[in-house]
C-alpha cells in the first residue's frame, strides 16, 4: 500500500496560478487526473520516475507544468493561466511502470484529492 498526501488547490481568478503537490514515497512514475461533477475522470499531466519525461493532457498543454523532486518523495503541478474549465477536484496517483503514461488503468494509488476552483 502507498500513501499519497496532496496539498494546495483552492479557489482563483481566471487567469491566476495555483500549485498542487503530492508526497508519496517509492519508485513510481506519477500522474494527475481531475473530475468535475457529472464527468469521467481526465488524465491532465504525468511524469516518470526519473523526470526526464513527462506528458501533459492536450487542454492544458502549455499551461501546465509537472516536475518532481525525488529527494523530498514530492510531485508538483503547476497551474498557470487558469481557466473556469480546470475547475475540478485534482488527484494524484502513481503507476506501476514508473512511467509517464496516460493510461487510468496503469494507476494503482491514489490521493484523497483536493479542489481546485477557477471563478470567471
Known amino acids: 500500500q502507498v500513501r499519497l498526501v496532496q496539498s494546495g488547490g483552492g479557489l482563483v481568478q481566471a487567469g491566476g496560478s495555483l500549485q498542487l503537490s503530492c508526497t508519496a514515497s517509492?519508485?513510481?512514475?506519477m500522474g494527475w487526473f481531475r473530475q468535475a461533477p457529472g464527468k469521467d475522470r481526465e488524465f491532465v499531466a504525468a511524469i516518470n520516475f526519473s523526470g526526464r519525461s513527462t506528458n501533459y493532457g492536450p487542454s492544458v498543454r502549455g499551461r501546465f507544468v509537472i516536475s518532481r523532486d525525488n529527494r523530498k518523495n514530492t510531485m508538483y503541478l503547476q497551474m498557470n493561466n487558469l481557466k473556469p474549465e480546470d475547475t475540478a477536484a485534482y488527484y494524484c496517483a502513481t503507476n506501476r511502470f514508473a512511467t509517464d503514461t496516460e493510461m487510468l488503468s496503469a494507476y494503482n494509488f491514489w490521493g484523497n484529492g483536493t479542489q481546485v476552483t477557477v471563478s470567471s
Open positions: 517509492g519508485q513510481f512514475g
